[in-house]
């Protein structure tokens, strides 16, 4: 599986952004698989942003992004989005789309693939 995430750029706070994480495999999905969306900002550890179980389509978020950030898939093109609305400086990071096979998951060491990561900054 490879992941390619883009979307990423400059705004303002109290903008928005759509990150799209485009899968590329051979054959299809498994429903039991977990697309996440993860963060890393300058110093600290990567953090959890949201999942969803590519399958059923239940999701899972952050508290600090819960109401603020949508996850959703198109199973036809293969392709994850993490809708971003009210942003906060503090959003600000690198972002990662990964693939469990397991599952939705919190934790980055449960992914086995991740994209290469795309900028969001936030301005104040």
């Known amino acids: 599986v490879q992941l390619q995430a883009s979307g990423g750029g400059l705004v303002q706070a109290g903008g928005s952004l759509r990150l799209s994480c485009a899968a590329a495999v051979s054959g299809r999905i498994f429903s039991s698989t977990g697309m996440g969306w993860f963060r890393q900002a300058p110093g600290k550890e990567r953090e959890f942003v949201a999942a969803?179980?590519?399958?059923?389509?239940?999701?899972a978020y952050a508290d600090s992004v819960k109401g603020r950030f949508t996850i959703s898939r198109d199973s036809a093109k293969n392709t994850v989005w993490l809708q971003m609305n009210s942003l906060k400086p503090e959003d600000t990071a690198v972002y990662y789309c990964a693939a469990n096979r397991q599952g939705v998951a919190r934790q980055s060491q449960d992914y086995d693939y991740w994209g290469q990561g795309t900028q969001v900054t936030v301005s104040s």
């Open positions: 969803i179980m590519w399958g059923a389509g239940w999701s």
